[in-house]
C-alpha cells in the first residue's frame, strides 16, 4: 500500500483470467464454441466504418428492440459493457459510500470486484453444501446497511439455480426498500420448465433488478455487451452512473444482428444442453458430488485436488477452471472438446461415482 489508492483495495481478489496456451482446447472460460451468430460478423464490419463518430449513448434502437423482445417498456433497459460492468454500475447507485451486497458464495468471482469498484461491502454468504443459495442466511444476512441483494441464478460456477418457490418465498420475505438484483447470464441455457424466470415472474416487483448478458448463449462475449431490466426509477438511476458511451457502436451493432438470430441461438443451445447431459453422465463415473448443470458449465467438487485435476488436464491440452481447495469449473464444448476432457481424466473407475485416477 503506497497511499497513493484506496486502502480497502487491498483485501479485494483481482480477477485473473489465465492465459490460454495455443492449440489447448479450451473449457475454462464458459464461451459458446461455434463462433458468432449469422449476420453477427457482417453487422460489425459495417459499423466499422463510423467508429470515427460517437455511438448513440442511449443505444435507442438496441434498448427498444431489447424492450420489445423481453415484453418491457423501454424506459426499464438500461445496457451496458457487458452484465458485469452493469453490476458495479447498480451498486455505485444502491450502496455505494460502504452500503452492504449480501451475495452467495461460491459464486462468480468478479462480484467482490465489481461492489468493491462500486463503493460497496462485499458480505457473501456460503452456500449450502448442495451447492444451493443459503437464501435463509441470505435473508439473515440483511441489516440497515444493506443496499443490494445479488443472486446468481443459475449460479457460476456451479449451475445450480433457485426453485420457483424458493425465489418467491425469498423475495416477499426481503423488505421493499432493498433492491434484490438477479444475475441471469446463463438463463438461455435452463431448459427445465420447473425453474423460474426472474424477468417474467418477478420483473413487476419494484426492487428487483434482472441482469442479462449477450455475452453466453448470445455469442458476443468478446464484444462485452448486457442489459439489466430494473423499476423505470431505478433504471433512470442507473443511467446516471453508467459510463458515458460504454455501450460502443459495434456492441449496438452486433447485439441487434444478434437479437435476430435468435432460431439459431436457441438451435446451438439445445445442442449444448444436449452435451451437458451427455457430459454429466460421463463425468459422475469419475467424480463424485456432480450438482446438476443449468448454466453451459458443470462443476466438479474435488476439493484440495482442484489444481492436480487442472494440471493433469492441462499436460493432456485441456484448458479448465479451477479454485483451489474447492473444485473445477468445466464449460460445456463440443462434442469433440467433451470428449478431450474424458481423455484427458482417463477411464471411468469399475464402481461409478468414484474418484479420478490422479495418477500421471
Not at 188 to 210: C, I, K, Q, S, W
Not at 238 to 252: H, M
Request: aromatic share 4%; charged share 20%; with cysteine.
Amino acid at each position: 500500500m503506497t497511499g497513493l489508492t484506496r486502502a480497502d483495495l487491498d483485501a479485494v481478489p483481482s480477477y485473473i483470467v489465465h492465459r490460454i496456451p495455443e492449440r489447448h482446447v479450451n473449457l475454462s472460460t464458459n464461451e459458446v464454441p461455434f463462433g458468432p451468430l449469422p449476420g453477427v460478423p457482417e453487422a460489425v464490419a459495417d459499423a466499422t466504418a463510423r467508429v470515427h463518430r460517437y455511438p448513440d449513448m442511449a443505444a435507442t434502437e438496441l434498448r427498444d428492440a431489447l424492450a420489445a423482445r423481453y415484453r418491457v417498456a423501454p424506459e426499464r433497459v438500461v445496457t451496458g459493457a457487458g452484465s458485469a460492468a452493469l453490476i458495479e454500475h447498480l451498486v455505485r447507485a444502491t450502496a455505494a459510500g460502504g452500503g452492504e451486497v449480501v451475495h452467495a458464495w461460491r459464486s462468480f468471482e468478479a462480484y467482490p470486484v465489481l461492489i468493491a469498484a462500486g463503493g460497496g461491502r462485499s458480505v457473501p454468504v456460503p452456500c449450502l453444501p448442495d451447492h444451493r443459495h443459503d437464501l435463509d442466511a441470505m435473508l439473515a444476512a440483511v441489516t440497515p446497511a444493506t443496499g443490494l441483494v445479488l443472486l446468481c441464478h443459475p449460479n457460476n460456477p456451479t449451475g445450480v439455480a433457485i426453485s420457483r418457490p424458493e425465489l418467491a418465498a425469498f423475495l416477499d420475505a426481503v423488505p421493499p426498500h432493498i433492491v434484490v438484483a438477479v444475475d441471469e447470464a446463463y438463463r438461455e441455457f435452463v431448459t427445465d420448465p420447473r425453474l423460474p424466470d426472474t424477468l417474467a415472474e418477478h420483473g413487476h416487483r419494484r426492487n428487483v433488478v434482472v441482469l442479462r448478458t449477450l455475452s453466453k448463449a448470445w455469442g458476443l462475449a468478446g464484444i462485452r455487451l448486457g442489459f439489466l431490466v430494473a423499476d423505470a426509477q431505478v433504471a433512470a438511476a442507473v443511467r446516471k452512473v453508467v459510463t458515458p458511451f460504454s455501450t460502443n457502436a459495434l456492441a449496438q451493432a452486433a447485439g441487434l444482428a444478434a437479437l435476430r438470430a435468435e432460431p439459431e441461438m436457441r438451435r446451438r443451445v439445445r445442442v449444448l444442453a444436449a452435451e451437458r447431459d451427455r457430459l454429466t453422465d460421463a463425468l459422475s463415473a469419475r467424480v463424485d458430488g456432480i450438482p446438476r448443470s443449468h448454466a453451459n458449465c458443470l462443476w466438479l467438487p474435488v476439493g484440495e485436488r482442484a489444481l492436480v485435476l487442472a494440471r493433469r488436464c492441462a499436460e493432456r491440452g485441456v484448458t479448465v477452471r479451477p479454485f483451489a481447495g474447492e473444485g473445477v469449473r468445466v464449460t460445456i464444448g463440443t462434442r469433440e472438446a467433451n470428449d478431450a476432457l474424458l481423455d484427458a481424466l482417463g477411464p471411468a473407475s469399475a464402481e461409478p461415482g468414484r474418484t479420478w485416477d490422479t495418477t500421471p
